[in-house]
């Protein structure tokens, strides 16, 4: 077969790529397609390469595939999609990759995916369960990447995990536990007045942070359910928590410096440091 396909229409309801395929650019005006199967030779998609494709539900990659990124788009709008198992020779999600995947439930990141970008999983409304694997490489996690998730309602991340945006935006996340992770700053762009990590999580109530955490940004934004959190021993700076709610408050005798409101005026605060951070 070719090595490269460039637009391809399918009538029926499962196509296989035969093997040899390297490349493909896009599968378009497909709606009877179901089942995908994807070859071990493929190395790379085109941008929105399999784009509202209304009817897809299952896509297989052969085991030993050797595609490294998943495109911008790649499955966007995919509104039936249900199962996919991604190879294991990924190494990034690229902006909006699942983005409206609504019928996503359980998707699992295998160990050599390094970055998630911008929106990978935005509006996957049904996404209950993101599995990463142990001893995994992920690094980094950009913004709006759970955004609209709003079924997503519990995350432990994996200890590799270095950089965090606002990821979370709208999402159903009650329960994040960032403990394991390498983050030093959360957001971890947090100069960025315009990044909230958990911007109107209504229901989030636990959020655990690293011990290597050194910066807290602006986490909580009409998080009304966050009633208490833990400042980590060895953080050194603090701004505007913005969790309304939270009944009291210890800041850690390293905490130098807060910027900005911390969270409401009734709210208990206790500095075991010598004297109040500047």
Not at 25 to 43: E, F, G, K, M
Not at 225 to 246: D, H, K
Not at 251 to 267: E, M, R
Request: hydrophobic share 35%.
């Amino acid at each position: 077969p070719n090595r490269d396909i460039g637009s391809l229409r399918c009538a029926n309801t499962e196509l296989t790529i035969p093997e040899g395929v390297e490349y493909i650019r896009r599968i378009s005006n497909s709606n009877n397609l179901v089942t995908l199967n994807l070859p071990a030779s493929l190395q790379q998609l085109g941008s929105r390469c399999f784009e509202s494709l209304e009817a897809l539900k299952v896509v297989n990659f052969a085991p030993d595939c050797q595609l490294k990124e998943l495109p911008e788009m790649c499955f966007l709008n995919d509104k039936r999609l249900k199962t996919i198992e991604l190879p294991e020779s990924l190494e990034r999600l690229r902006n909006e990759c699942f983005e409206n995947c609504g019928s996503i439930k359980w998707l699992a990141i295998p160990a050599s995916v390094r970055y998630i970008d911008k929106g990978a999983f935005s509006g996957c409304t049904n996404l209950e369960h993101i599995e990463f694997a142990e001893n995994g490489n992920l690094e980094v996690i950009d913004g709006g990447t759970y955004s609209g998730c709003e079924n997503l309602e519990y995350i432990e991340f994996p200890s590799s995990l270095k950089v965090m945006n606002d990821a979370f935006t709208g999402s159903g996340i009650v329960y994040a536990d960032l403990s394991r992770t390498q983050i030093t700053s959360l957001p971890s762009d947090a100069a960025n007045a315009n990044y909230t990590l958990f911007q109107t999580c209504h229901g989030l109530e636990t959020v655990l942070l690293p011990k290597t955490i050194k910066t807290i940004g602006s986490l909580f934004y009409e998080c009304e359910n966050v009633t208490s959190f833990i400042i980590p021993e060895g953080t050194e700076s603090i701004a505007s928590l913005g969790a309304s709610n939270i009944q009291s408050l210890v800041i850690p005798a390293s905490v130098k410096t807060f910027d900005g409101l911390l969270c409401n005026p009734s709210t208990v605060v206790i500095c075991e440091g010598m004297t109040p951070p500047e």
